[in-house]
């Protein structure tokens, strides 16, 4: 397990040889502190807590605004959801004069606050479907999974349920208004109602493709079935929508990946399991061209599943469909911020989302908005060891390569057929003393990914003189998938200088290996961070 400790010394050697530690944004100290002590809830946003928040959710305000002109959907005190940010931020277009022009919203935020009041009910905990993330006009939406009876009937006890029977579940009941009254009162045209307003809800913002990553049909708890989702939704209200179902493990076994000391290869999910009986279902439109051998996923570790399906949402959100794309889970609170902060990452480090944001900017957003306003359980779930949370931003070392690069796609839609150059893989294919070391980071630029032992290695700019004169493109092209791998480096050092000397180094001293610890203190050192011969924290 040393394995994975030295790994990420490297890592963190290469990506700031200089010895100074990455560059750090104000106030994320002061987020990781207040992410781990306690849960965000809308409602509790007052005192000296609340004023944090508020200085989170300003800084987010401000991080969106540098690149976006946007609305606000008013959620204050979670009138609209509990564990939704109080200003939901609605991404209308780029706010550059030529993205105006390009893309212009064609949503009435009044007609969409109203949409959004109607259909709360319908997903589970109210969390609606909600639009985090815009590109190329597309909205990129998040939410929690179909209610089911129980909670329609009644949130209070099903928080109850749901939770496991834990306290402050019924801290979590949101007030029953006179209008859910009157729709749980007709049982036959309930389930019509609510979700009819859902399904205007994702007209509205022309989401087309919804991604279901519950390994389940149905969430049971305590042999009641306590939530649903589209794919089994008897009356087939969602038949109009592009539906995947694409299985991810949950939180609980992330405490499998805590307990290998972080280390991601090699540990598969356990498919037999009794709870487990979603499939995989991708409809064959949308992974021909992806070279992915889909009938093996049970086989695939966690590396490669989140590989893949970071690849197949990446190919959905860059097809020229001009439909949006929602992602969810059960709760919408562990796997949906994964693969939300994973698409925001992967897009900003290609330069095709707020471009003026720097790594530490963009690490500072994705933690606050993806995860922390939108309720992620940090405190509960590093007391179960259950660390999602880590493991997100650790994988970033796992998408540098052009594999997840949405350049390429667009690269390949713009080259004319004459463009004959060299190829990416003629490249690849070029002596080992011209490519450069097959295992710095700090090469120029770098195509292995930790993950893939069998990957040919990296190569300098030295290659990219041999693409012929007719291929400049070409060379644009790797040197923007240089500085692909250079952001998403950085922002993965400075997570790890951040988590380090907050929460990570704390959350050490369960594990028998002390894994995170040493993990941990050997990437502060390598960062300059602290002297070789300091005390432990």
Known sequence: MAGARAAAAASA???????????????????????????YRAKDCSGTGGSKVERIEKRCLELFGRDY?????????????????????FLEYESSEKEKDTFQSTVQVSKLQDLVNRSKTARCRGRFVCPVILFKGKHICRSATLAGWGELYGRTGYNYIFSGGADDAWADAEDVTEEDCALRSSDT???????????????????KYICDLMVENKKVKFGMNVTSSEKVDKAQRYADFTLLSIPYPGCEF?????????????????????YVDAPLSIPDFLTCSLNIDWSQYQ???????????????????????????LVHCISGWDRTP??????????????????????????????????????????????????IFFFCFNFLKHII????????????????ARDAGFTLEDICMLRRKDRGSTTSLGSDFSLVMESSPGATGSFTYEAV??????????????AALSERETRLQEVRSAFLAAYSSTVGLRAAAPSPSGAIGGLLEQFVRGVGLRGTSSSTL
């Not at 045209?189 to 989401?207: A, Q």
């Not at 695939?300 to 949006?324: C, F, H």
């Open 254 to 274: 992330f405490k499998e990946y805590k307990d290998r000391d972080y280390m991601a290869e090699g540990l598969i999910f356990n498919w037999k399991q009794d």
């Open 299 to 325: 086989s695939w570790d966690l590396v490669q599943q989140t590989q893949n399906y970071l690849k197949l949402l990446l190919s959905i959100i860059n097809s020229d469909d001009d439909s949006g794309l």
């Open 338 to 387: 994964l693969f939300i902060s994973l698409l925001r990452l992967s897009l900003w480090a290609d330069g095709l989302i707020h471009t003026s944001l720097k790594p530490a900017e963009i690490l500072y957003l994705t933690v606050a908005y993806d995860w922390f306003l939108f309720g992620h359980m940090l405190v509960d779930r590093l007391s179960k060891g259950e660390e």
């Open 189 to 207: 045209h309930l389930f019509d109602k609510v979700r009819g307003y859902d399904i205007k809800l994702l007209r509205y913002l022309s989401v």
């Open 13 to 39: 050697g290469s990506s700031t040889s200089s010895g100074h530690p990455p560059p750090q944004e104000p106030g994320l100290g002061e987020l990781l502190e207040e992410f781990s002590r306690t849960q």
């Open 401 to 416: 390569s052009e594999e997840f690069s949405s350049l390429k796609t667009q690269r390949r839609k713009s080259l004319p």
């Open 69 to 89: 002109c946007y609305s606000v959907i008013q959620n204050v005190n979670g009138d609209i959801c509990g564990h939704y940010p109080q200003h939901i931020v």
């Open 465 to 478: 003189e041999l693409v012929t004169a007719g291929a400049q493109t070409q060379a644009a092209w790797l």
